[in-house]
């Protein structure tokens, strides 16, 4: 059975870079026509969807983060990242990393991790 | 933007039917997915694809999309089922989620 599990900081200035990893077990990254996804929740609000990386490469993002998140794959390391610059306050959330396969919404999800913004 | 609009709350009774609604613009035209998310859990995929049930999700959970409106249904509701909704959908390669509906149990 497939898990994820965030990690990294969770405490970043106003400005700087937000960088998490999300490390899969239970299976391989590379096995099948998963995305692998990013997806956030500020305390108390709904869910927003960040953006996604296919086992190909190829990425989606939400265009309401103006460009500012990178998602990425290491399949050496049974991971995958996210990096969103130029942080501000509006972006502290707790960020889950989630499996999705085409319509088959998105399982099984990652614990999540609270990533605050301040200085 | 494409929005998904949920009520904030649904109240029933245990043992009643709850049904939870999401609207937007001709959303039967495509796939709709539900989620349960519990204090402090992350959230749990309860339907796929309008209709479908993960393994291990109830059969008193049931979907149904048609012309602008998804509906999640749970029969014999049970107190262990108050948590917040959210359904989730796509525009243009973008997913997009509910706001969200906070089921009481009562």
């Known amino acids: 059975q497939v898990q994820l599990q965030e990690s990294g900081p969770g405490l970043v200035k106003p400005s700087q870079t937000l960088s998490l990893t999300c490390t899969v077990s239970?299976?391989?990254?590379?096995?099948?026509?998963?995305?692998w996804t990013w997806i956030r929740q500020p305390a108390g609000k709904g869910l927003e969807w960040i953006g996604r990386?296919?086992?190909?490469?190829?990425?989606t993002y939400n265009p309401s983060l103006k460009s500012r998140a990178t998602i990425s794959l290491d399949t050496s390391k049974n991971q995958f990242s996210l990096e969103v610059t130029s942080v501000t306050a509006a972006d502290t959330a707790v960020y889950y990393c989630?499996?999705?396969?085409?319509?088959?919404?998105?399982?099984?999800w990652g614990q999540g991790t609270l990533v605050t913004v301040s200085s | 933007s494409y929005e998904l609009n949920q009520p904030p709350s649904v109240s029933v009774s245990p043992g009643q039917t709850a049904t939870i609604t999401c609207s937007g613009d001709?959303?039967?035209?495509?796939?709709v997915c539900w989620y349960q998310q519990k204090p402090g859990q992350s959230p749990l995929l309860v339907i796929y694809?309008?209709?479908k049930r993960p393994s291990g999700i109830p059969e008193r959970f049931s979907g149904s999309n048609s012309g602008n409106t998804a509906t999640l249904t749970i029969s014999g509701t049970q107190p262990v089922d108050e948590a917040d909704y959210f359904c989730?959908?796509?525009?243009?390669?973008?997913?997009?989620f509910g706001g969200g509906t906070k089921l009481t149990v009562l």
């Open positions: 694809q309008d209709i």
């Open positions: 989630v499996r999705s396969f085409v319509s088959r919404g998105f399982d099984p």
């Open positions: 239970g299976g391989s990254i590379n096995s099948g026509s998963y995305a």
């Open positions: 001709k959303l039967g035209s495509q796939y």
């Open positions: 989730q959908a796509w525009d243009s390669n973008t997913a997009v």
């Open positions: 990386v296919y086992t190909s490469g190829s990425t």
